[in-house]
């Protein structure tokens, strides 16, 4: 299989270096061949652009494959691939000097590695994603090619998901935006395996696929090229692979093309899972598009696909924002009819529609409600029932809210601070608002604009000749209002 390998490589790199010089590949311009110390049996070109898509790098590296005569098993020798700034070699774009300078460096007569040889390495690049240490994959991959192995699909597969653990952050698990340069490296480990006469898995597009919704902006036109190329490759799309699509077009607002996806999935047979329903609801609530996400909610229950809680969530959401609560009141019913537990998003909807209609006991019930459902109130939930007390005016339910946050253990967050200091202030207890004021930066919180505003001029002087309607007189508010 691998026999005169090395010999078509040199004469597929030298007739891409040609082929990219090109005016219809000026995007695209190599700047670097990379070759190395003997080991395996591809070659990367680095590119001048950082967004060369991968259906083009595919091309630019198999497209002469097929023209490129076969050399003698005697000189066949595949090439290998260093991070190392000693052994790289500069090369022209000129064929001739090319040609000159891709000579075979190491002679491959060895089958594939086996599962025992690669095992430390992917060990090694399993450990690196649970650690979401890129850096520590990537040096596990280079000392697998310095030992003279040839990657497999589950090498590609384990550095495709080391590279996707850039989407997470280390202090919090959560998604934040994937770094270009991590989409980029993913395209040149796919097409590498390419080059090795190896089909990329679906589990590899599918990560790359996923890598596509996660960059900024999302890049839909490549997630959409990078499925065709998995169709000519006869590789069945699975559940996952059009749920990561969809997740592509929603993020990307391009809800027309997700739609699309949708009607391809279905000329597979395929039936769309909640998890899609609930992302294409998703995308129709974040635009205001509520008709289109209720005709969703509808299909999906023509289709006799279950609704989730992730989709009461976002019609409830949906509702809250068109200030109709008796509908929001209608689903969140709904939802405890299927059987389904809300979560602590779900009530803090709830809760934020009951704080802007100003109902204070409805919202007070919906809080308590809280630890029926084994969940635990956050500091966003507890800022929504401030909120509601202190603009009512009921200070007594407001005093024992904030007893019981700092009974409970909650930590304070800056929206905490500046409601506490903007009530105290009001209140006329103004050493209790700077006191605040000090614990909010020993917490470590940047003061914002709402905070200083908020803050009392009174702090540093002497308080105790002024009447309390003089203080509240000096907070900007009324006495009626205190009254109230």
């Not at 599962?115 to 979401?132: F, G, S, T």
């Not at 065709?228 to 929603?250: A, C, E, H, W």
């Not at 470590?444 to 007189?473: A, C, F, H, N, R």
């Amino acid at each position: 299989m691998y026999r005169s390998w090395a010999m078509q490589q040199a004469r597929v790199a030298t007739a891409t270096v040609a082929r990219l010089s090109t005016p219809a590949y000026s995007g695209a311009r190599p700047t670097r061949i990379v070759r190395v110390a003997p080991g395996t049996c591809w070659r990367q070109i680095a590119y001048s652009s950082s967004r060369t898509p991968l259906t083009q790098l595919i091309a630019s590296l198999t497209e002469h494959q097929a023209d490129a005569p076969s050399a003698p098993a005697e000189t066949a020798a595949p090439l290998s691939r260093a991070r190392s700034s000693t052994a790289t070699r500069e090369t022209t774009a000129s064929p001739a000097n090319t040609e000159a300078k891709l000579k075979p460096l190491h002679r491959w007569e060895q089958p594939p590695p086996s599962a025992a040889e690669l095992a430390p390495y992917h060990d090694a690049m399993v450990q690196a994603k649970r650690r979401w240490d890129v850096e520590a994959a990537e040096r596990a991959y280079e000392k697998l090619l310095e030992a003279g192995l040839q990657p497999d699909a589950r090498t590609v597969e384990l550095m495709l998901h080391a590279h996707m653990s850039g989407a997470f952050s280390r202090s919090t698990a959560r998604r934040r935006v994937l770094p270009w340069r991590s989409v980029r490296r993913m395209e040149t480990l796919l097409a590498a395996q390419r080059t090795r006469q190896q089909l990329p898995t679906r589990v590899s597009y599918e990560l790359l696929l996923q890598a596509y919704a996660y960059v900024y902006p999302p890049d839909s036109q490549s997630a959409w090229a990078t499925y065709q190329q998995m169709r000519r490759d006869n590789i069945r799309p699975s559940k996952r692979t059009f749920g990561n699509l969809v997740t592509v077009y929603v993020r990307r607002g391009d809800m027309a093309g997700a739609e699309r996806v949708f009607a391809e999935m279905r000329s597979h047979n395929w039936r769309p899972t909640g998890v899609m329903f609930a992302s294409l609801i998703h995308g129709y609530v974040k635009r205001r598009r509520l008709g289109d996400a209720l005709a969703t909610m509808h299909q999906m229950h023509a289709d006799g696909v279950p609704a989730n809680v992730y989709v009461f969530t976002e019609l409830i959401h949906a509702h809250v924002n068109a200030n109709d609560m008796h509908e929001a009141e209608r689903t969140f019913q709904l939802l405890l009819s299927s059987k389904l537990y809300p979560t602590l998003v779900t009530i803090c909807e709830m809760l934020r529609g009951y704080t802007a209609h100003g109902d204070s006991k409805r919202a007070r019930a919906m809080f308590d409600s809280i630890s029926t459902y084994g969940l635990v109130p956050s500091t966003y939930a507890y800022n929504l029932l401030l909120q509601v007390y202190g603009e009512r005016g009921d200070f007594e339910q407001f005093d024992q809210m904030c007893a019981l946050m700092e009974q409970q253990g909650v930590r304070r967050d800056i929206v905490t601070y500046n409601m506490l200091i903007r009530w105290f202030s009001v209140r006329g207890n103004y050493a209790r608002a700077h006191q605040l004021y000090r614990e909010l930066l020993e917490q470590g919180l940047q003061p914002d604009m709402v905070t200083l505003t908020s803050l009392p001029k009174q702090g540093g002087i002497e308080l105790g000749d002024q009447q309390p309607g003089e203080k509240i007189e000096a907070a900007s508010v009324s006495p009626a209002a205190d009254a109230s």
